[in-house]
């Protein structure tokens, strides 16, 4: 629910009828909304010139009389945009400015934006190099260093299919990548591993393309959704035409398996599953009814943590039979998120506010609380404290995403073992942290077969220890070890390591 930032949400739009395609992006980002509110901005081009706009929060609301306004400050029939959460760089609201996205960088007058959902894991070699290289770099974000990396390495090979390669080659980590050049020209590409997702989409008349992190942001456009975006694929949209090609193929891919719990919208289709999200949740929800059926057995009623957790109480309740009441509710304009707020009352305060428990039906009853995941546990357990005071007698927690052992090195904000309720205690233990009687996880074979992906097409990083770039793995068994050896983690493991 309101435990942990996302990542970020792109968009990508080429016009070949020479139409304003900032309304495009506009609606393309609103649906995408949900994977950032730190900040938001589009680039657009027009004539030789790039035109940005960028701003904290939430994509704004637009009236109708401003519409015009914007597509002038906008114009162009290329443009790329972003919804934005940090997993680098300093959180303060000048830092966050400075590294809202599409972010620009220029060097002898060559220029190019890129807007992009990942995260660099070499990151402070590639900032030493570059630094070294170019001289200081004022962003503390990995954004930076892959616009500047790729600027250079555009101006070396004078060739965007090959500066991508050299990015692919070089650059460990995830990056689902749209980006203007300054010639007006679109380019699209993904990492190796196709960790984050993308696809393409187009308009009946197939006269304008569109690329989104999510299929809503092209459902939202009434645009056909017709292929991903494939790992290692570099797609240029120009005056000449549309140019595809596959410029890394390294046989397996790694699509994030935690977008199928929790960051993706329900109605979205990720890369290659060709079902809705919801449905793969419900199936969730089957398979937590099918594998813990004696405490099913044991229990009054169904309840879900809101709302990502809905699809799978509803699978479980379809599967069980057993009731499914809709006791908690989110108030839905409260939108302080728990997270940044500093202390642990404050906190406490927040979530209270923000979920509301309907009592007069909980008293003395035996639930089923459905969860997608278990980060910190800190907010889980804010709710079974106010489920306890409301009158339940016994609390199982169901939870769709298997536990989660690591961090995460690809752009979702777990950094640190120290701040994973699960590395280093079990699901016996975390049940009494949390104030819960039993804590029951997805079991991981299950969980990949509701996704319908095979194993090797997923990362399961952060619930297996074991992460599919070297780099990421390497620091993860060092980091570990000297976590479980009590040296103190001072911040983000790929950023602290060197
Ligand atoms: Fe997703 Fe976990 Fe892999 Fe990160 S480590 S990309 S959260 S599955």
């Given amino acids: 629910m309101m435990k942990l930032k996302e990542h970020c949400g792109v968009y990508g739009v080429y016009s070949y009828n020479d139409e304003s395609v900032f309304p495009l992006l506009y609606w393309g980002l609103i649906a995408q909304n949900h994977r950032g509110h730190e900040s938001h901005g589009f680039l657009t081009y027009k004539n030789g010139r790039f035109h940005r706009h960028v701003n904290l929060g939430l994509i704004p609301e637009i009236k109708a009389k401003n519409v015009k306004d914007w597509m002038k400050k906008l114009p162009g029939n290329v443009g790329i945009g972003n919804v934005r959460y940090g ?3 300093l959180s303060d609201e000048k830092s966050l400015l400075l590294d809202a996205q599409p972010f620009i960088s220029e060097y002898e007058r060559k220029r190019i934006g890129i807007s992009y959902n990942g995260n660099v894991v070499n990151n402070p070699q590639l900032r030493a190099e570059l630094t070294e290289r170019y001289g200081k770099i004022d962003s503390t974000s990995d954004v930076a260093l892959l616009t500047l990396y790729l600027l250079h390495k555009l101006r070396e090979k004078g060739d965007i299919f090959e500066a991508a390669r050299e990015c692919m080659e070089n650059v460990e980590g995830a990056y689902s990548l749209a980006g203007l050049m300054d ?34 942001g092209l459902d939202i456009n009434n645009f056909l959704n017709i292929s991903d975006v494939k790992p290692g694929e570099v797609i240029t949209l120009s005056e000449d035409g549309i140019e595809r090609k596959r410029i890394v193929s390294i046989g397996c891919r790694a699509l994030c398996s935690f977008e199928f719990s929790y960051f993706a919208r329900p109605d979205s289709i990720l890369n290659g599953t ?14 937590l009814g ?10 009054d009623m169904i309840l879900s943590i809101p709302e990502t957790a809905n699809d799978a109480s509803y699978g479980l309740h ?6 499914w009441e809709r006791l908690l509710w989110r108030h839905r304009f409260i939108t302080h998120r728990a997270f940044i707020t500093p202390s642990i009352g404050e906190r406490y305060g927040i979530i209270n506010r923000k979920v509301n428990i ?25 709710i079974i404290k106010k489920l306890r005071s409301a009158g339940a007698k016994k609390i199982h927690l169901f939870v769709t995403f298997p536990r989660i052992i690591g961090p995460c090195f690809y752009g979702i904000d777990m950094a640190t073992y120290g701040e994973l309720i699960g590395s280093t205690h079990t699901p016996e233990e975390i049940a009494k942290i949390i104030g819960a009687d039993t804590v029951n996880y997805q079991p991981i074979d299950m969980f990949i077969k509701a996704i319908g992906l095979r194993r090797s097409e997923l990362c399961l990083g952060c619930v297996t220890g074991e992460y599919p770039t070297p780099l990421a793995q390497k620091i993860a068994i060092e980091m570990k070890e000297k976590f ?8 983000r493991i790929y950023e602290t390591y060197l």
């Fill in 290 to 299: 099918r594998e813990y059926s004696e405490i099913v057995a044991d229990a």
């Fill in 274 to 287: 060709n079902k809705p999200v919801y449905e793969i949740r419900e199936e969730f929800g089957r398979n």
């Fill in 87 to 89: 997993t680098s760089g």
């Fill in 318 to 323: 379809e599967e069980t039979g057993l009731r």
């Fill in 183 to 216: 010639d007006g020209t679109l380019f699209i590409f993904r990492d190796a591993y196709g960790l984050r997702p993308l696809c393409m989409g187009t308009n009946a008349q197939r006269t304008c393309y569109a690329f989104s992190s999510e299929s809503v």
């Fill in 358 to 382: 309907l009592k007069n039906k909980l008293k003395g009853k035996r639930i089923i609380v459905v969860e997608d995941s278990i980060v910190r546990g800190d907010t889980t357990k804010i």
């Fill in 484 to 491: 479980l050896k009590g040296v103190k983690e001072t911040g």
